[in-house]
């Protein structure tokens, strides 16, 4: 066996240890470029080389490899923050753009986890999981407002009940701040801090809440049984940083001129953006998304080098920025 075949071999087995559901034909596929016939013969060659492996097919009948122990080093203790460490920096990696930086930190996640037994990660694991929830997997670089950091120490104890927790907000239209019993989901990092969660004295809707108008946090013995079918990443994606409105929410053209498109090109502006050269050169961006004055706030940066096709609104706003006219704080 080639030295190149071994190492493909060795990095399998680090992934059918790490990864919990184990790994699939397309995954390997996938990891190492190849065809699905050079894929089946990796894997009989991982099967013969690895006695512990064990397989099992799903519901759509996909075949999963997962490999129960590995004897590689096992007598160290995994500590629960450093693979919560590691979770977070990949997660932030990918969603800024950096595929390799994020490749090369997923890689050496995988031989950490791979190289303890499994008794020893699932207590890190876990950890883990709980705390990209209290980050929210929707951190935007830049600057951003201090927050409590014991709102987020029983906000962290709350995801890992899961249990309510109560505040006393002060929304926009409150004239005095009351009382909220709210079922956390997620905090979104960008400019503010927002708590996604929903209110159960109210319609039961997902809300954000501006941490700046947190007045008081207090954590609950309440249970609740947490949506499976929320997902931060999708939530997030709803807006441009951390702000979201409905009736804001729709389709997003910018144009960049030729002179900066080669610039504006490198930018992930947002995770469902889609990028056109165009005849003369320019390059044009579109996604869906809402958070008008945050776009607006990072576009005047661009000077004259962007203009926006749509939405109109945003056009209006971005003049209004420009010219100072604009008397909302970040």
Known sequence: MSFFKAQQLYRMAEMA???????????????????????????????????????????????????????????????????????????RAARDGAEGEARALEVARDRLVASYSKPMTQGAMGYSEILLLANGFASRPGPTRKVPEDYLNLLFNAFRGPTMVEIIYKGARDPEPRKRLVEPHAVIVGTRYYLIARDVDADRQYRQFRFDRIHEMYGTVHAFERDPDFDVESYSAQAFGSFFSEAEQGPVRWRFSPSAASEARDFVFHPTQELTYLEDGSLLVEFTASGWLEMAWHLVQWGNAVEVLDPPELRDMLEQVRRGEVDILP
């Open 17 to 91: 240890a790490a990864q919990r559901q184990g790994i699939s034909l397309r995954k390997v596929m996938d990891e190492f470029d190849v065809e699905e016939r050079t894929a089946r013969r990796m894997f009989r060659q991982f099967e013969d080389l690895f006695p512990g492996v064990e397989t099992r097919d799903d519901g759509d009948r996909r075949r999963w490899w997962t490999l129960t122990d590995v004897p590689y080093v096992q007598h160290r203790v995994l500590r629960e923050n450093e693979l919560a460490a590691l979770d977070l920096a990949i997660r």
